[in-house]
């Protein structure tokens, strides 16, 4: 009886944890901040089972609540969880100097960027004066089939890996120039490994083009990718492409050998 009690206390508290997780992932870019009522909706849950998760995060500093407008937002414990985070990260600590060198060395917007199943999480982004209309805030996420970053990540994934990745996403059309065709996606993939960076133009948005390199661990595994963002006029110039894929692969290089990546 005392067993089947605290299996029971066990599986109440996993699915309140699950809840609480559930109503903090509800924020996101197009939802930065809510009200009670709308992560109810959203969710599916009832209104006084998100009040009571609201009040415990509000209480613990992971939300804050606008008490004019009653709109909750994401707390500065958030923040501070976020960091602990990013300085436990390798990849993170080894590609922040090489971001910001090739930002301002080359007057282009720098990115670092990890993938998360379908999509590419940035995670440090960094821009010289005349190119902070590119610049992308931490966290935001992109998808992979037509972002540069996400592109040369499936292009050293396994064969197998990659084309699962693409068949269950989106592939939608973000400009009339997005490739969402699987096979000429693959083609574009193929590209990307026989030249060693992946060059992209008016895909994502129109005007602009990125080149990436991959990042590899010490198991030869893609386990992010850096990348630098200009215009796309800039980028259409011949001796332009080849100067910024040449440093983007040598940062990505140095990134990777800090992370016991040796090539072959």
Known sequence: MI??????????NMKSLVKTLAI??????QN?????SDIAERLQMNISTVSRHLN???DWGF???DEYT???FPGPEIVALAGRSLQANDVYRHAFPEVHRLSHQFHVCGHMAVPQEREIIHLISSCSQNSTDLLIPMGHRHPMHCSAMGRVILAYLPPIQSQAILKSSDLKKYTFGTKNDISEINQELILTRQRGYCKLINELAEGTGSIAAPIFNRNREPVASVSVSMSARSLSKMEREEELAKAVITSAGRISSKLGYYPK
């Open 3 to 12: 067993k089947s009690l605290e299996e029971n206390q066990r599986g109440s």
């Open 56 to 58: 415990t995060m509000l």
């Open 70 to 72: 009653g709109y909750y």
């Open 63 to 65: 939300l804050e609540r």
């Open 32 to 36: 930065p901040s809510q009200r009670t």
């Open 24 to 29: 903090l992932s509800s924020f996101d870019e």
